[in-house]
Protein backbone atom coordinates (compact mmCIF):
# COMPACT_ATOMS: atom_id res chain seq x y z
CA UNK A 1 0.00 0.00 0.00
CA UNK A 2 1.32 3.62 -0.94
CA UNK A 3 1.36 5.92 1.66
CA UNK A 4 -0.35 8.86 1.92
CA UNK A 5 2.30 10.90 4.04
CA UNK A 6 5.05 10.05 1.31
CA UNK A 7 2.89 10.80 -1.54
CA UNK A 8 2.07 14.24 -0.46
CA UNK A 9 5.56 14.71 0.13
CA UNK A 10 5.79 13.57 -3.57
CA UNK A 11 3.22 16.10 -4.84
CA UNK A 12 4.80 18.77 -2.98
CA UNK A 13 8.10 18.27 -4.72
CA UNK A 14 6.49 17.92 -8.21
CA UNK A 15 5.10 21.46 -7.52
CA UNK A 16 7.56 23.64 -6.28
CA UNK A 17 10.24 21.97 -8.46
CA UNK A 18 12.72 21.89 -5.37
CA UNK A 19 12.98 19.30 -2.00
CA UNK A 20 13.27 23.06 -0.02
CA UNK A 21 10.08 24.48 -1.15
CA UNK A 22 8.04 21.12 -0.09
CA UNK A 23 9.47 21.12 2.48
CA UNK A 24 7.66 24.21 3.63
CA UNK A 25 5.01 23.42 1.98
CA UNK A 26 4.28 19.93 3.80
CA UNK A 27 6.10 21.05 7.44
CA UNK A 28 8.81 19.10 7.05
CA UNK A 29 12.44 20.15 6.73
CA UNK A 30 14.59 19.69 3.24
CA UNK A 31 16.50 16.37 4.58
CA UNK A 32 13.20 14.26 5.58
CA UNK A 33 11.38 14.97 2.34
CA UNK A 34 14.25 13.81 0.44
CA UNK A 35 14.35 11.22 2.66
CA UNK A 36 10.79 10.52 2.04
CA UNK A 37 11.40 10.54 -1.57
CA UNK A 38 14.02 8.21 -1.86
CA UNK A 39 11.69 5.93 0.47
CA UNK A 40 8.66 6.33 -2.26
CA UNK A 41 11.19 5.37 -4.78
CA UNK A 42 12.43 2.26 -2.90
CA UNK A 43 9.20 0.89 -2.48
CA UNK A 44 8.28 1.24 -5.97
CA UNK A 45 11.22 0.38 -7.56
CA UNK A 46 11.54 3.47 -9.69
CA UNK A 47 13.48 6.41 -9.86
CA UNK A 48 10.84 9.18 -9.97
CA UNK A 49 12.97 12.40 -9.77
CA UNK A 50 15.55 13.60 -12.18
CA UNK A 51 18.29 15.15 -9.55
CA UNK A 52 20.16 18.25 -10.91
CA UNK A 53 21.45 20.41 -8.08
CA UNK A 54 19.11 22.26 -6.37
CA UNK A 55 16.36 21.42 -8.82
CA UNK A 56 14.62 17.92 -9.59
CA UNK A 57 12.34 17.05 -12.20
CA UNK A 58 10.33 14.29 -12.97
CA UNK A 59 10.84 11.07 -14.82
CA UNK A 60 8.27 8.99 -17.01
CA UNK A 61 7.38 7.23 -14.18
CA UNK A 62 6.87 10.18 -11.97
CA UNK A 63 5.06 11.92 -14.06
CA UNK A 64 2.83 8.35 -14.33
CA UNK A 65 2.93 8.07 -10.97
CA UNK A 66 1.47 12.09 -10.60
CA UNK A 67 -2.22 11.66 -11.40
CA UNK A 68 -2.78 8.63 -9.70
CA UNK A 69 -1.15 10.46 -6.17
CA UNK A 70 -3.17 13.27 -6.66
CA UNK A 71 -6.17 11.07 -6.99
CA UNK A 72 -6.01 8.95 -4.40
CA UNK A 73 -4.81 11.81 -1.96
CA UNK A 74 -7.98 13.27 -3.23
CA UNK A 75 -10.17 10.28 -2.22
CA UNK A 76 -7.86 10.39 1.47
CA UNK A 77 -9.34 13.78 2.04
CA UNK A 78 -12.80 12.69 1.38
CA UNK A 79 -12.97 9.82 3.04
CA UNK A 80 -11.65 11.55 5.98
CA UNK A 81 -14.42 14.53 5.22
CA UNK A 82 -17.16 11.81 5.62
CA UNK A 83 -16.08 10.38 8.05
CA UNK A 84 -15.77 13.51 10.49
CA UNK A 85 -19.27 14.72 9.33
CA UNK A 86 -21.76 14.66 11.69
CA UNK A 87 -23.94 11.22 11.44
CA UNK A 88 -27.49 11.50 9.78
CA UNK A 89 -30.31 12.76 12.14
CA UNK A 90 -32.51 9.45 13.20
CA UNK A 91 -35.45 8.37 10.67
CA UNK A 92 -39.13 8.80 12.65
CA UNK A 93 -41.29 6.85 10.13
CA UNK A 94 -44.93 7.70 11.15
CA UNK A 95 -48.28 5.74 9.63
CA UNK A 96 -51.37 7.36 9.55
CA UNK A 97 -54.82 6.39 8.40
CA UNK A 98 -56.59 8.35 5.74
CA UNK A 99 -59.93 9.30 7.07
CA UNK A 100 -58.51 10.43 10.84
CA UNK A 101 -59.07 14.52 11.24
CA UNK A 102 -56.18 14.52 7.98
CA UNK A 103 -56.07 17.98 8.52
CA UNK A 104 -55.36 19.21 12.12
CA UNK A 105 -53.41 15.68 12.54
CA UNK A 106 -51.19 16.70 9.62
CA UNK A 107 -50.62 20.13 11.31
CA UNK A 108 -49.87 18.16 14.18
CA UNK A 109 -47.39 16.38 12.61
CA UNK A 110 -45.81 19.09 10.72
CA UNK A 111 -45.39 21.02 14.48
CA UNK A 112 -43.47 18.05 15.65
CA UNK A 113 -41.29 18.00 12.46
CA UNK A 114 -40.34 21.53 13.14
CA UNK A 115 -39.72 21.56 16.82
CA UNK A 116 -36.83 18.01 16.04
CA UNK A 117 -34.79 19.30 13.53
CA UNK A 118 -32.34 16.63 15.03
CA UNK A 119 -34.78 14.14 13.66
CA UNK A 120 -36.21 13.56 10.09
CA UNK A 121 -39.86 12.73 9.91
CA UNK A 122 -41.79 10.29 7.03
CA UNK A 123 -45.00 9.97 6.93
CA UNK A 124 -47.41 7.35 5.10
CA UNK A 125 -50.87 7.14 4.81
CA UNK A 126 -52.55 4.04 4.12
CA UNK A 127 -55.74 1.65 5.16
CA UNK A 128 -55.26 0.71 8.30
CA UNK A 129 -54.19 -2.94 7.65
CA UNK A 130 -51.59 -1.60 5.26
CA UNK A 131 -50.16 0.06 8.28
CA UNK A 132 -50.29 -2.90 10.51
CA UNK A 133 -48.51 -4.93 8.21
CA UNK A 134 -45.62 -2.28 7.15
CA UNK A 135 -45.30 -2.01 11.45
CA UNK A 136 -45.30 -5.36 11.85
CA UNK A 137 -42.08 -5.62 8.98
CA UNK A 138 -40.36 -3.05 10.79
CA UNK A 139 -41.02 -0.44 8.29
CA UNK A 140 -43.16 2.05 10.70
CA UNK A 141 -42.37 3.32 13.93
CA UNK A 142 -45.02 4.65 14.82
CA UNK A 143 -48.55 4.32 13.76
CA UNK A 144 -52.29 4.97 14.25
CA UNK A 145 -54.70 2.33 13.11
CA UNK A 146 -58.14 1.17 13.00
CA UNK A 147 -58.74 -2.31 14.88
CA UNK A 148 -61.39 -4.35 16.81
CA UNK A 149 -61.31 -2.69 20.59
CA UNK A 150 -58.78 -4.52 22.80
CA UNK A 151 -57.30 -6.29 19.85
CA UNK A 152 -53.35 -6.23 21.36
CA UNK A 153 -51.47 -3.64 23.30
CA UNK A 154 -51.29 -0.46 22.54
CA UNK A 155 -49.58 2.73 23.64
CA UNK A 156 -52.87 4.15 23.64
CA UNK A 157 -56.47 3.91 22.38
CA UNK A 158 -59.67 5.29 21.85
CA UNK A 159 -63.22 4.46 21.03
CA UNK A 160 -64.67 5.04 17.37
CA UNK A 161 -67.83 6.41 17.23
CA UNK A 162 -69.46 4.62 13.95
CA UNK A 163 -72.66 5.47 12.51
CA UNK A 164 -73.94 4.53 8.95
CA UNK A 165 -73.97 8.29 6.86
CA UNK A 166 -76.44 9.07 3.72
CA UNK A 167 -77.08 12.03 1.89
CA UNK A 168 -78.87 15.10 3.44
CA UNK A 169 -80.84 15.68 -0.31
CA UNK A 170 -81.34 12.41 -1.17
CA UNK A 171 -83.03 9.84 0.26
CA UNK A 172 -82.99 6.93 -2.45
CA UNK A 173 -79.94 5.01 -1.43
CA UNK A 174 -81.03 4.56 1.37
CA UNK A 175 -84.46 2.45 0.35
CA UNK A 176 -82.76 0.59 -2.16
CA UNK A 177 -82.12 -3.00 -2.65
CA UNK A 178 -79.55 -3.66 -2.81
CA UNK A 179 -78.23 -1.05 -0.82
CA UNK A 180 -75.35 0.81 -2.81
CA UNK A 181 -72.58 1.31 -0.37
CA UNK A 182 -69.72 4.36 -0.70
CA UNK A 183 -66.58 2.41 0.66
CA UNK A 184 -63.04 2.27 0.93
CA UNK A 185 -60.91 -0.57 -0.96
CA UNK A 186 -60.92 -3.63 0.66
CA UNK A 187 -59.25 -4.36 3.57
CA UNK A 188 -60.60 -1.43 5.56
CA UNK A 189 -62.29 -2.04 8.85
CA UNK A 190 -65.29 0.89 7.92
CA UNK A 191 -66.77 -1.61 4.74
CA UNK A 192 -65.50 -4.98 6.98
CA UNK A 193 -67.96 -3.95 9.61
CA UNK A 194 -70.69 -2.42 6.75
CA UNK A 195 -71.02 -5.91 5.18
CA UNK A 196 -71.29 -8.03 8.34
CA UNK A 197 -73.85 -5.75 9.78
CA UNK A 198 -76.15 -6.07 6.47
CA UNK A 199 -75.61 -9.29 5.89
CA UNK A 200 -76.57 -10.10 9.46
CA UNK A 201 -79.88 -7.99 9.01
CA UNK A 202 -80.74 -10.15 5.71
CA UNK A 203 -80.02 -6.94 3.59
CA UNK A 204 -78.45 -7.18 -0.02
CA UNK A 205 -75.83 -4.65 -0.85
CA UNK A 206 -73.36 -3.85 -3.64
CA UNK A 207 -70.57 -1.52 -3.65
CA UNK A 208 -71.74 1.43 -6.01
CA UNK A 209 -68.81 3.67 -4.96
CA UNK A 210 -65.06 2.50 -3.88
CA UNK A 211 -62.09 5.39 -2.98
CA UNK A 212 -58.92 5.39 -1.33
CA UNK A 213 -59.43 8.77 0.35
CA UNK A 214 -62.02 10.49 2.64
CA UNK A 215 -62.78 13.18 0.20
CA UNK A 216 -63.73 11.54 -2.67
CA UNK A 217 -66.21 9.40 0.31
CA UNK A 218 -67.97 12.03 1.55
CA UNK A 219 -68.32 13.86 -2.13
CA UNK A 220 -69.98 10.23 -3.58
CA UNK A 221 -72.15 10.33 -0.03
CA UNK A 222 -73.26 13.92 -0.09
CA UNK A 223 -73.73 13.34 -4.12
CA UNK A 224 -76.42 10.40 -3.18
CA UNK A 225 -74.70 7.62 -5.02
CA UNK A 226 -74.81 5.76 -1.64
CA UNK A 227 -74.42 5.28 1.74
CA UNK A 228 -71.85 4.50 4.34
CA UNK A 229 -70.14 3.38 7.41
CA UNK A 230 -68.03 6.11 8.96
CA UNK A 231 -66.85 7.46 12.89
CA UNK A 232 -69.45 10.30 13.18
CA UNK A 233 -66.25 12.71 13.41
CA UNK A 234 -65.88 12.92 9.78
CA UNK A 235 -69.53 14.21 8.81
CA UNK A 236 -70.20 16.85 7.32
CA UNK A 237 -73.71 19.45 6.18
CA UNK A 238 -74.23 17.80 3.23
CA UNK A 239 -74.69 14.35 5.21
CA UNK A 240 -77.53 12.79 7.52
CA UNK A 241 -77.25 9.96 10.17
CA UNK A 242 -78.97 6.90 9.99
CA UNK A 243 -80.48 4.70 12.59
CA UNK A 244 -82.58 1.83 13.02
CA UNK A 245 -85.83 3.27 11.74
CA UNK A 246 -83.87 3.04 8.63
CA UNK A 247 -83.40 0.07 8.49
CA UNK A 248 -79.83 -0.12 8.95
CA UNK A 249 -78.63 -2.37 11.81
CA UNK A 250 -76.06 -1.50 14.65
CA UNK A 251 -72.80 -2.62 13.67
CA UNK A 252 -69.59 -3.78 15.74
CA UNK A 253 -67.29 -1.74 17.32
CA UNK A 254 -64.16 -0.51 16.29
CA UNK A 255 -61.20 1.97 17.88
CA UNK A 256 -58.36 4.03 16.83
CA UNK A 257 -55.18 2.69 18.60
CA UNK A 258 -51.56 4.30 18.14
CA UNK A 259 -49.09 1.48 18.31
CA UNK A 260 -45.69 2.00 18.47
CA UNK A 261 -42.57 -0.42 17.09
CA UNK A 262 -40.67 -2.58 19.49
CA UNK A 263 -37.04 -0.69 20.04
CA UNK A 264 -38.76 2.70 18.76
CA UNK A 265 -35.84 5.10 19.95
CA UNK A 266 -36.59 8.64 21.98
CA UNK A 267 -38.07 10.95 18.93
CA UNK A 268 -40.67 8.18 18.05
CA UNK A 269 -41.59 8.22 21.59
CA UNK A 270 -42.10 11.36 21.66
CA UNK A 271 -44.03 11.84 18.61
CA UNK A 272 -46.45 8.93 20.12
CA UNK A 273 -46.85 11.05 23.15
CA UNK A 274 -47.66 14.15 20.65
CA UNK A 275 -50.16 12.41 18.63
CA UNK A 276 -51.51 10.86 21.90
CA UNK A 277 -52.41 14.18 23.36
CA UNK A 278 -54.01 14.95 19.99
CA UNK A 279 -56.13 12.43 19.72
CA UNK A 280 -57.23 12.41 23.36
CA UNK A 281 -58.31 16.09 22.62
CA UNK A 282 -59.85 15.54 19.06
CA UNK A 283 -62.23 12.23 19.93
CA UNK A 284 -63.88 13.31 22.84
CA UNK A 285 -64.99 16.95 21.13
CA UNK A 286 -66.46 15.14 17.90
CA UNK A 287 -68.00 12.49 19.64
Known amino acids: MLDLDLLRSFVSVADTG ?10 RTQSTVSQQIKRLEDDL ?9 RTVQLTEEGERLLGYARRILELAGEARAALASDPPPPVVRLGIPDDFSI ?9 FARSRPDCRLEVRCGLSVQLTAALERGELDVALIKRKPGAGTAFAAWPEHLVWIASRLHDAPATLDPVPLVA ?25 YESPNLLGIQAAIAGGLGVALLDRRVLTSDHRVLDGRDGFPPVEPAELALMIAPGAGQPAMRLAETLAGFCGSAIPAAA
Do not use: K, N, S
Not at 103 to 111: F, G, Q, R, S, Y
Open 103 to 111: TPLTETVAA
Open 184 to 208: FPQGCIYRDRMIRALEAAGRRWTVA
Open 18 to 27: GFTRAGERVH
Open 45 to 53: GRQLFLRDG
